[in-house]
């Protein structure tokens, strides 16, 4: 049985992956061309998205997932050129870094990703259609990292936005699983800390050292792990999970 024998996928389908030049999108987009998706890979970092490895079902676009003109120029310009758009994965959003205010934060996060998944079901995507969101375990099972390992970063450290947006993705997605009923399942994930490229000075850090010493599986996830979470709760395999956060960290978070 191969992969996709398991996960149901229909033959053909096509997914929108945001977020998909680097870590956690990068992986999904991937892993969903070699179960013989057609990808639709979006990004702002235009140079990230030629970098990436070339594949006849990958197609890249360049995109601001959280600019409103461009989202609502290009989704309907994608569902004329590629047909029924049956899933949906909303990975694009800042890193904890940037130095936004609360309201702009969740504008970058659940705002960006409630109007981009609204813009979507405007393309009207088939039956059996399905949306994964990436949230983060800041939002939904702890308030962020110690303020004595992260004193002077500035960033969501200084106002929380990044777990308060997080935290409006799980529920973002509760309300688009039971407002569209019938149309759409709609889930998310919410990983721990992940070596990807835009966390590589956090994990390399005490911070990053310190949720190492506090995960049972004594490590931190890899994007590719995070990946296979997403791809089988958007696929048919798991059609009968709608409505939910999946906590992905290892254990990390049930450790006192």
Not at 165 to 180: D, E, N
Not at 222 to 239: C, K, M, N, Q
Request: hydrophobic share 45%; proline share 7%.
């Amino acid at each position: 049985m191969s992969g996709n024998d398991f996960l149901g996928f229909p033959d053909p389908a096509t997914v929108i992956v945001t977020g998909a030049a680097s870590g956690i999108g990068q992986a999904a987009a991937e892993l969903l061309t070699t179960l013989g998706l057609t990808v639709l890979a979006l990004d702002i970092d235009k140079d990230g998205l030629e970098k990436l490895p070339k594949h006849a079902a990958l197609h890249t676009f360049p995109c601001d997932t959280s600019d409103r003109a461009q989202v609502e120029f290009l989704l309907p310009e994608l569902a004329k050129q590629f047909g029924d758009i049956a899933f949906l994965i909303n990975n694009a959003g800042p890193p904890s870094s940037m130095n936004f205010t609360i309201e702009e934060g969740l504008a970058k996060t659940a705002g960006a990703m409630q109007f981009f998944t609204a813009a979507w079901l405007k393309t009207n995507p088939p039956a059996g259609a399905s949306v994964v969101s990436v949230a983060s375990v800041a939002g939904v099972a702890s308030g962020g990292p110690p303020p004595a390992l992260i004193s002077g970063r500035g960033g969501a450290a200084e106002n929380g936005w990044y777990p308060i947006g997080k935290a409006a993705i799980a529920g973002m997605t509760r309300w688009f699983a039971v407002s569209s009923a019938g149309r759409i399942r709609a889930n998310a994930v919410a990983p721990g800390i992940t070596v990807t490229p835009r966390l590589q000075d956090i994990t390399k850090g005490a911070y990053g050292k310190s949720i190492i010493e506090r995960v049972p599986l004594g490590r931190l996830a890899t994007p590719d792990e995070i990946a296979r979470v997403i791809v089988f709760l958007l696929s048919p395999a798991a059609s009968y999970i709608n409505a939910q956060v999946i906590v992905v960290d290892g254990g990390g978070t049930q450790v006192f």
